[in-house]
């Protein structure tokens, strides 16, 4: 698993922590990326093209992380989401985060919401499908036909640094 793989690696010139000044600009590339797939393609395939995609990895994992996110929260506006998840670093350490305060989220949701009115729904559930929320709420379907939006409660997302 290639992403996984990244957050074990030693941090290189590529995988600095930093947002570059065309950070949006790579997200949008993305986003034409995943609208111009044809058929799914599977986790590690898609970070490594994210890789390339983006000016260095660390956006590359952001992109990967919060773009599903991003795309999950503007499908489903009427679900009461949550403002803040939990991020768990190299140590094990688990920190409560706001998403208005994660600078890369709020740069992939204004880009997210710009693009949104005029991507096909394909293309909305190809991204917004890779989310773990997606999956959540589809599963929940599945097993309650009598559920509704606003009535779905997240637990706070994790990700894992």
């Known amino acids: 698993m290639k992403f996984f793989n990244f957050l074990l690696k ?6 600095k ?34 890789c390339k995609l983006c000016k260095n990895d660390f956006e590359a994992q952001e992109i990967y992380v919060f773009l599903p ?23 094990k350490k688990e920190i409560k985060r706001e998403f208005k305060n994660t600078e890369s989220y709020q740069i992939i949701f204004k ?3 710009k693009h949104f ?13 890779r989310s773990a929320e997606f999956h959540a709420m589809n599963q929940l379907f599945l097993d309650n036909k009598n ?15």
């Open 117 to 129: 009115q005029t991507l096909s729904q394909e293309t909305m559930i190809k991204i917004a499908g």
């Open 69 to 91: 996110i991003a795309f999950v929260r503007l499908c489903f506006p009427k679900i009461n989401w949550l403002e803040t998840y939990n991020e768990i670093d190299s140590t």
């Open 10 to 15: 030693s941090k290189t010139h590529k995988s």
């Open 147 to 161: 559920a509704k939006l606003e009535d779905i409660k997240f637990t706070e997302t994790t990700v894992i640094r």
């Open 111 to 113: 880009v997210s919401k």
């Open 17 to 50: 922590d930093f947002i570059s000044p065309d950070f949006a600009i790579s997200v949008e590339n993305v986003i034409r990326f995943i609208e111009s797939l044809d058929k799914n393609i599977n986790e590690d395939v898609l970070f490594e093209i994210l």
